[in-house]
């Protein structure tokens, strides 16, 4: 085809979607963006309502972030991921806060990682505001002589230690000493007279600790693959041999056997731990303290035996200890058990000697002074032994005896250690002084040192020196704020402890009792105060919330361990009075601030939407931050609590104002009621969040029904406001569009940013009562629907008023009329749906109320009216000059090409349609385009029916022009689709040109084609006709038999009818010696029955041939006029039996027969009818003739 069949509108193929008009932020179009000045909530009078909306716009902003609140499920699982911003990263100024204990404590828990969050909170650049600080609750102050005699503690520490230095420790002694001098604030002589007193006094008396753990992978040396281990173990001085033995005590202990408050019992000689049967991964537990005499140069000496008798280990070591002067541990070792075999009950010693499994020497002044947990690997005792395994082993040195002031006054060492941690604390602290708030209680090098000599040195164990440093901290805690992380995290290292030990010394545990006390009594104060040092909106606070919380909630591990005193039964109701306190003291100070009770009724009232609007802003915070945060934490229902106080305290408000203006009501009141009204409904949405709710403790409940005559008279003045806004828009609109990349002129941006806002005040209006809201909603709705139609008469006005252009085809002013009457469709549409109300019997869920749905029904087809009413008076612009590009078509001489005679229609269309797809929204132009074809159909068929009897070539042309015209609407799936091009009049215009391009054989053909393509509409309206048909090719006849009718139409005066039954054959051409039959005439039925049979004689293969049939005409006999035409069927003879395929054997009478629903001639037959007609040969004049004959029979139709 030629390349015009390709001219295709370049924008039809790129016809998108048309964007959906978003809502600027600056509110108004461009002819009207200027905001007015906020405006104060008088009384409105008539304007352009421009200030209604502006302070329209004020509510609908604060409810902006008011939507969506999750079902109480919903919350209740997020309940686990509280909400605040991410935890402020460690401070690089030091080492991590797991670091904050002596190393003498070990590696303390790990830190749960900070929790994820569902939301996340505007992070605010600023620090948390500070906390309230009180140096009287700290400890007290020392006096001048208990500072030199801590000061002199510290001294002996350090120039007294024992053990090896680790690494992180620092190993300098003068450098210890000058750290001290600064801690101490003393001068150089008076610190070095300090020094060489301590030097004077005595040095302590060490001992060391021994725990004997475990062993594994021993070797086996009984028959039973097992052995039966016990350890022997004392202290090897440098001479070799052991010490003189003292009092004889019980040398082994065992923690589990000891009295509650007991501790290891000393022993100067070889001790014993039990023995465990049948085990090469023994587990003993057992404790030991040895007396050391010279830390650097005595050895810690342990053998593991395999056990072989039942002799008492213990009463042979007693014996053994009496015998002095034997030469070398080793055998010293193994006289031991030569000795209680000789004094034992067993037999023969060389039947029950003692396996050795292996030996240990560690020196004493290897012992770091932390102490330390370490698995040794056992050693033979000679190169002839053959040992192997581990054993794992506790060792800390200790001072049991110290020559200071403290000790000689009978202090404990634990009270020392928190002097001295009180002490150096505030000396780091001081040293951090520009981020104080944030310290983690990063000790230096110096100080964790002195910490750790002097917590091992007074032998405290890990739970003892926990709970100290808990104590210091939080005690300094709140006279200098520390961070609460490092809080928790002593609190943590105290419970990975608390197990581990029996109890704690009662002074320790009284004073541990009286900080809890003192910490919970200052982290309540603070929760009284939570919205001041806990804001909402600043990320590091919230996080400073959640460590406080975790803080207060750890501590109630710890209170069913205490015997001598608790610090608290019930921590959380403790919680929940002082949030209660709270909220009140936080709600009658705004109250007393926003709208005091002196002032009159409409003063008090702009005092109490801010106060209102306070109150659910408060609300938003406890339920999207610190709602999650409690109940995680400390399972308190914050925003339960939170919401019932504040709701019971703000409905109060609100019942005695509103009874008070009630009787006072004017715009200026109503004005106010109704934004109070719209952020109390706010308020109460939160109701639906809290679980286990009941309407009837609602204070707000029914608090709607003092507000409905304010809102009455409110959306009174809105009807106006609306109003005046759509003319004043439609006043300053120019008819232009408003930017490139809209279509819509300003009045419709105006006029659907009007219709948004109703629809969100509808929305947080949110009306409780059904039979209130559906009056309300019924009315709002109708009044929206007059303003819409209000405003496309005012459109339809302004562009008639306006001058048209001469010669101008597609008028711009209209494109905009329609875009804008389409916006305003769908944004009506939108906010009528957002119009609907509760009812009082729920119909289907998503299905509109009634009256809504009528309004919104009735609207849409008057704006769909109006549509192709500005549709039609744009398209009726083009009409004449499409007849002229038509009739162009029509009287091009046959000489010219097909696509030369379209070219100058289609060129046309492709101008026309490039402008209207640049002016109009996609909807728009698809109604256009279908206007457009439509005429052009209808003035091809006019072109066709001005032009009978004409050469095959015109129709031929029009034909080319056709399908043309179909590619270029289509556009490739970019324009209109090809069902819709197709149907309509498109389909009788084509029927029509396949008809006058066919021959008049061809045309009757057609004619019968259609007849057997016809299939009645209204079956039982005809009645129906049973025959059966088949051919006998040894004859060369067609059969057919009629067997009855049923359900005739009744055509005479008698309600019946005499119906006859013509048989013939067609076409004619193709059967003319064949010549028509007829039944007999069965009077007075409409169920004849005939049983009659007819013969055709003709061949088989013009049986075959197109349009062959069988045609059965039913007719109704008159004796004194002309026959009643009643109905006719056709049966294609290509499906007859014999011809479709031969017969094989049975009678031709019981084959099934056929019935045929009787009908009358529609118009696709009678199109074919109309094209012989125009035909002047003779065959077509004859066969036409013939069927004007049979229509007057049809005439008489009922």
């Given at each position: 085809m030629?390349?015009?069949?390709?001219i295709?509108?370049?924008?039809?193929?790129?016809?998108?979607?048309?964007?959906?008009?978003?809502?600027?932020a600056?509110?108004?179009?461009a002819?009207?963006?200027?905001?007015p000045?906020?405006?104060?909530?008088?009384?409105?009078?008539?304007?352009?309502?421009?200030?209604?909306?502006a302070?329209?716009?004020?509510?609908?902003?604060?409810?902006?972030?008011?939507?969506?609140?999750?079902?109480?499920?919903?919350?209740?699982?997020q309940?686990?991921?509280?909400?605040?911003?991410?935890?402020?990263?460690?401070?690089?100024?030091g080492p991590h806060?797991?670091?904050?204990?002596?190393?003498?404590?070990?590696?303390?828990?790990?830190?749960?990682?900070?929790?994820c969050?569902?939301?996340?909170?505007?992070?605010?650049?600023?620090?948390?505001?500070a906390?309230?600080?009180d140096?009287?609750r700290?400890?007290?102050?020392?006096?001048?002589e208990?500072?030199?005699?801590?000061?002199?503690?510290?001294?002996?520490?350090?120039?007294y230690?024992?053990?090896?230095?680790?690494?992180?420790?620092?190993?300098?002694q003068?450098?210890?000493?000058?750290?001290?001098?600064q801690?101490?604030g003393?001068s150089?002589?008076?610190h070095?007279?300090?020094?060489?007193?301590?030097?004077?006094?005595?040095?302590?008396?060490?001992?060391?600790?021994?725990?004997?753990?475990?062993?594994?992978n021993?070797?086996?040396k009984?028959?039973?693959?097992?052995?039966?281990?016990?350890?022997?173990l004392?202290?090897?001085?440098?001479?070799?041999?052991?010490?003189e033995?003292?009092?004889?005590?019980?040398?082994?202990?065992?923690?589990?056997?000891?009295s509650?408050?007991?501790g290891?019992l000393?022993?100067?000689?070889?001790?014993?731990?039990?023995?465990?049967?049948?085990?090469?991964?023994?587990?003993?537990?057992?404790?030991?303290?040895?007396?050391?005499e010279?830390v650097?140069?005595?050895?810690l000496?342990?053998?593991?035996?395999?056990?072989?008798?039942?002799v008492?280990?213990?009463?042979?070591?007693?014996?053994?200890?009496?015998v002095?002067?034997?030469?070398g541990?080793?055998r010293?070792?193994?006289?031991?058990?030569?000795?209680?075999?000789?004094?034992?009950?067993?037999?023969?010693?060389?039947?029950?000697?003692?396996?050795?499994?292996?030996?240990?020497?560690?020196?004493?002044?290897?012992?770091?002074?932390?102490?330390?947990?370490?698995?040794f690997?056992l050693?033979?005792?000679?190169?002839?032994s053959?040992?192997?395994?581990?054993?794992?082993?506790?060792?800390k040195?200790?001072?049991?005896?110290?020559?200071?002031g403290?000790?000689?006054?009978?202090?404990a060492?634990f009270?020392?250690y928190?002097?001295?941690?009180?002490r150096?604390?505030?000396?780091?602290?001081?040293?951090?002084e520009?981020?104080?708030?944030?310290?983690r209680?990063?000790?230096?090098?110096?100080?964790?040192?002195?910490?750790?000599?002097?917590?091992?040195?007074?032998?405290?164990?890990?739970l003892?020196?926990?709970?100290?440093?808990?104590?210091?901290?939080?005690?300094?805690?709140q006279?200098?704020?520390l961070?609460?992380?490092?809080?928790l995290?002593?609190?943590?290292?105290?419970?990975?402890?608390?197990?581990?030990?029996?109890?704690?010394?009662q002074g320790?545990?009284e004073s541990l009792?009286d900080?809890?006390?003192?910490?919970?009594?200052?982290?309540?104060?603070?929760l009284?105060?939570?919205r001041?040092?806990?804001?909402a909106?600043n990320?590091?606070?919230?996080?400073r919330?959640?460590?406080?919380?975790?803080?207060?909630?750890k501590?109630?591990?710890?209170?069913?361990?205490?015997?001598v005193?608790?610090?608290?039964?019930?921590?959380n109701?403790?919680?929940?009075a002082?949030?209660?306190?709270?909220?009140?003291?936080?709600?009658?100070?705004?109250?007393n601030?926003?709208s005091?009770?002196?002032?009159?009724?409409p003063?008090?009232?702009?005092?109490?939407?801010?106060?209102?609007?306070?109150?659910?802003?408060d609300?938003?915070?406890?339920?999207?931050?610190?709602?999650?945060?409690?109940?995680?934490?400390?399972?308190?229902?914050?925003?339960?609590?939170?919401?019932?106080?504040?709701?019971?305290?703000?409905?109060?408000e609100?019942?005695?104002?509103?009874?008070?203006?009630s009787?006072?009501?004017?715009?200026?009141?109503?004005?106010g009621?109704?934004e109070?009204?719209?952020?109390?409904?706010?308020?109460?949405?939160?109701?639906?969040s809290?679980?286990?709710?009941?309407?009837?403790?609602?204070?707000?409940?029914g608090?709607?029904g003092?507000?409905?005559?304010?809102?009455?008279?409110?959306?009174?003045?809105l009807?106006?406001?609306?109003?005046?806004?759509?003319?004043?828009?439609?006043d300053?609109?120019?008819?232009?569009?408003m930017?490139a990349?809209?279509?819509?002129?300003s009045?419709?941006?105006?006029?659907?940013?009007?219709?948004?806002?109703?629809q969100?005040?509808?929305?947080?209006?949110?009306?409780p009562?059904?039979?209130?809201?559906?009056?309300?909603?019924?009315?709002l709705?109708?009044?929206?629907c007059?303003?819409?139609?209000?405003y496309?008469e005012?459109l339809?006005?302004?562009?008639?008023a306006?001058?048209g252009a001469a010669?101008?085809?597609v008028s711009?002013?209209?494109?905009?009329?329609?875009?804008?009457?389409e916006?305003?469709?769908?944004?009506?549409?939108q906010t009528?749906?957002?119009?609907a109300?509760?009812?009082?019997?729920?119909?289907?869920?998503?299905?509109?109320p009634?009256?809504?749905?009528?309004?919104a029904q009735?609207?849409d087809?008057?704006?769909q009216?109006?549509?192709h009413?500005?549709?039609?008076?744009l398209?009726?612009?083009?009409?004449?000059?499409?007849?002229?590009?038509?009739?162009?078509?029509?009287?091009?001489?046959?000489?010219?090409?097909?696509?030369?005679?379209?070219?100058?229609?289609?060129?046309?269309?492709?101008?026309?349609?490039?402008?209207?797809?640049?002016?109009?929204?996609?909807?728009?132009l698809?109604?256009?385009?279908?206007?457009?074809?439509?005429?052009?159909?209808?003035a091809?068929?006019?072109?066709?029916?001005?032009?009978?009897?004409?050469s095959?070539?015109?129709?031929?042309?029009?034909?080319?022009?056709?399908?043309?015209?179909v590619?270029?609407?289509h556009?490739?799936?970019?324009g209109l689709?090809?069902?819709?091009l197709?149907?309509?009049?498109?389909k009788?215009?084509?029927?029509?040109?396949?008809?006058?391009?066919?021959?008049?054989?061809?045309?009757?053909?057609q004619?019968y084609?259609?007849?057997?393509?016809?299939?009645?509409?209204?079956?039982?309206r005809?009645?129906?006709?049973?025959?059966?048909?088949?051919?006998?090719?040894?004859?060369?006849r067609?059969?057919?038999e009629?067997?009855?009718a049923?359900d005739?139409?009744?055509l005479d005066?008698n309600?019946?009818?005499d119906?006859?039954?013509?048989?013939?054959?067609?076409?004619p051409?193709?059967?003319?010696?064949?010549?028509?039959?007829?039944?007999?005439?069965?009077n007075?039925?409409?169920?004849?029955?005939?049983?009659?049979?007819?013969?055709?004689?003709v061949p088989?293969e013009?049986?075959?041939?197109?349009?062959?049939?069988?045609?059965?005409?039913?007719?109704?006999?008159?004796?004194?006029?002309?026959?009643?035409f009643?109905?006719?069927?056709?049966?294609?003879?290509?499906?007859?039996g014999?011809?479709?395929?031969?017969?094989v054997?049975?009678?031709?009478?019981?084959?099934?027969?056929v019935?045929?629903?009787?009908?009358?001639p529609?118009?696709?037959?009678?199109?074919?009818?109309?094209?012989?007609?125009?035909?002047?040969n003779?065959?077509a004049?004859?066969?036409?003739?013939?069927?004007?004959?049979?229509?007057?029979c049809?005439?008489?139709?009922?």
């Open positions: 030629t390349t015009l069949l390709e295709k509108s370049s924008v039809l193929r790129q016809v998108q979607a048309c964007p959906t008009f978003r809502r600027r600056e509110g108004e179009p002819a009207t963006s200027a905001d000045p906020e405006p104060a909530a008088g009384a409105w009078k008539r304007g352009d309502g421009v200030e209604f909306f302070h329209m716009r004020l509510i609908l902003k604060k409810g902006e972030g008011r939507q969506g609140l999750p079902c109480p499920e919903v919350r209740m699982a309940s686990c991921c509280p909400v605040w911003a991410s935890p402020p990263a460690p401070s690089a100024a806060p797991s670091n904050r204990l002596p190393p003498c404590l070990g590696p303390p828990p790990s830190r749960p990682s900070p929790q969050s569902s939301q996340v909170l505007l992070r605010s650049g600023s620090p948390a505001p906390e309230p600080v140096p009287s700290g400890l007290r102050a020392l006096t001048q208990e500072v030199e005699m801590l000061y002199e503690e510290a001294l002996y520490t350090v120039l230690r024992a053990g090896t230095m680790g690494p992180d420790q620092v190993d300098d003068e450098t210890l000493l000058g750290y001290l001098q801690v101490f003393t150089p002589e008076e070095a007279e300090a020094i060489e007193r301590v030097k004077k006094a005595k040095a302590p008396t060490y001992a060391l600790k021994v725990s004997v753990m475990r062993a594994k021993l070797l086996a009984d028959p039973n693959g097992f052995s039966d281990p016990y350890c022997m004392g202290i090897l001085p440098a001479s070799g041999a052991p010490r033995p003292g009092p004889r005590t019980e040398q082994r202990f065992s923690f589990r056997k000891g509650k408050r007991g290891p000393p022993a100067k000689c070889i001790q014993v731990t039990e023995v465990k049967s049948s085990t090469l991964n023994p587990v003993w537990k057992e404790n030991f303290v040895f007396e050391i010279d650097s140069t005595d050895q000496h342990l053998d593991i035996w395999d056990h072989d008798d039942d008492s280990l213990v009463e042979a070591c007693r014996k053994l200890n009496e002095i002067g034997l030469k541990m080793s010293y070792f193994k006289q031991i058990v030569k000795s209680a075999r000789a004094n034992g009950t067993a037999g023969p010693a060389e039947d029950h000697t003692d396996d050795f499994l292996g030996c240990l020497n560690i020196p004493v002044r290897e012992v770091p002074v932390a102490g330390e947990d370490r698995w690997k050693e033979p005792r000679s190169s002839a053959r040992v192997q395994g581990d054993c794992q082993l506790v060792l040195l200790i001072t049991t005896q110290r020559d200071t403290m000790s000689q006054r009978g202090r060492g009270l020392s928190m002097l001295l941690l009180s150096l604390l505030q000396f780091e602290h001081r040293s951090e520009p981020k104080a708030s944030c310290w209680g990063e000790l230096s090098g110096p100080a964790a040192t002195i910490l750790c000599l002097h917590g091992a040195q007074n032998n405290l164990s890990a003892q020196l926990a709970v100290l440093h808990w104590q210091v901290s939080s005690r300094h805690h006279t200098r704020t961070d609460y992380g490092y809080l995290g002593l609190l943590e290292d105290m419970q990975a402890h608390w197990e581990e030990a029996s109890s704690l010394p320790q545990e009792a900080s809890f006390n003192a910490f919970s009594e200052f982290g309540l104060r603070l009284r105060q939570l001041d040092f806990f804001p909106t990320s590091t606070a919230v996080y919330l959640e460590l406080l919380l975790k803080c207060l909630s501590m109630q591990i710890f209170q069913p361990s205490f015997e005193c608790s610090f608290r039964t019930e921590l109701a403790d919680i929940s002082a949030l209660k306190r709270g909220n009140r003291e936080w709600y009658d100070r705004l109250l601030t926003k005091p009770r002196e002032q009159s009724g003063q008090r009232l702009a005092g109490l939407v801010e106060l209102a609007d306070a109150v659910y802003e609300l938003q915070s406890c339920y999207g931050i610190y709602a999650s945060l409690f109940h995680s934490i400390t399972d308190i229902d914050f925003f339960t609590l939170t919401f019932r106080q504040l709701e019971r305290l703000v409905a109060e609100a019942w005695v104002l509103t009874e008070e203006l009787p006072k009501m004017t715009l200026e009141v109503a004005s009621l109704f109070l009204y719209v952020t109390l409904a706010d308020i109460q949405r939160f109701w639906s809290i679980p286990g709710r009941d309407s009837r403790s609602l204070a707000l409940a608090i709607h003092p507000f409905l005559p304010a809102v009455k008279l409110w959306l009174q003045v009807r106006d406001q609306v109003r005046w806004r759509l003319q004043g828009a439609v300053v609109d120019t008819l232009e569009p930017d990349s809209s279509k819509h002129s009045s419709a941006a105006s006029a659907s940013l009007c219709f948004s806002h109703i969100e005040l509808w929305a947080r209006l949110a009306w009562d059904p039979a209130q809201a559906e009056a309300l909603g019924t009315q709705s109708q009044d929206l007059a303003a819409t139609l209000f496309t005012l339809r006005k302004k562009v008639d306006q001058p010669g101008e085809a711009e002013p209209l494109c905009v009329v329609l875009n804008n009457v916006l305003l469709r769908k944004a009506a549409g009528l749906r957002g119009l109300w509760p009812e009082v019997t729920s119909g289907p869920e998503g299905v509109l009634r009256p809504l749905l009528g309004c009735a609207l087809e008057d704006l009216q109006e549509v009413t500005v549709t039609a008076h398209t009726s612009k083009m009409v004449a000059d499409i007849r002229k590009y038509v009739q162009h078509i029509s009287l091009s001489p046959d000489s010219i090409q097909n696509d030369e005679a379209v070219a100058p229609l289609m060129k046309y269309l492709d101008e026309k349609l490039a402008l209207l797809s640049t002016s109009l929204v996609k909807e728009n698809s109604r256009v385009l279908e206007a457009l074809w439509e005429l052009l159909l209808q091809i068929l006019r072109a066709l029916g001005a032009n009978l009897d004409v095959a070539d015109f129709y031929g042309r029009f034909h080319f022009t056709l399908e043309a015209l590619s270029f609407f556009a490739e799936g970019q689709p090809l069902e819709s197709k149907d309509g009049s498109y009788r215009l084509e029927e029509e040109l396949r008809l006058h391009q066919c021959s008049t054989r061809e045309c009757i053909e004619y084609l259609d007849k057997l393509k016809q299939r009645s509409l209204e079956q039982k005809f009645g129906r006709l049973s025959v059966r048909c088949h051919y006998e090719a040894a004859e060369q067609l059969v057919v009629v067997l009855h049923a005739l139409p009744p005066a309600g019946l009818s119906p006859f039954v013509i048989v013939e054959l067609g076409p051409h193709l059967f003319p010696l064949v010549r028509s039959q007829r039944t007999q005439v069965k007075r039925t409409l169920h004849p029955v005939y049983d009659e049979l007819f013969y055709f004689s088989a013009a049986c075959r041939r197109r349009g062959a049939c069988v045609l059965f005409t039913v007719m109704d006999h008159d004796w004194l006029s002309t026959n009643d009643a109905g006719e069927a056709a049966l294609g003879l290509g499906s007859v014999g011809i479709a395929r031969p017969q054997g049975g009678s031709a009478r019981a084959r099934q027969p019935t045929l629903h009787l009908h009358r529609r118009a696709q037959v009678k199109s074919a009818l109309r094209m012989l007609e125009g035909r002047t003779k065959e004049q004859e066969f036409v003739k013939r069927l004007k004959e049979l229509e007057k049809m005439e008489a139709d009922p």
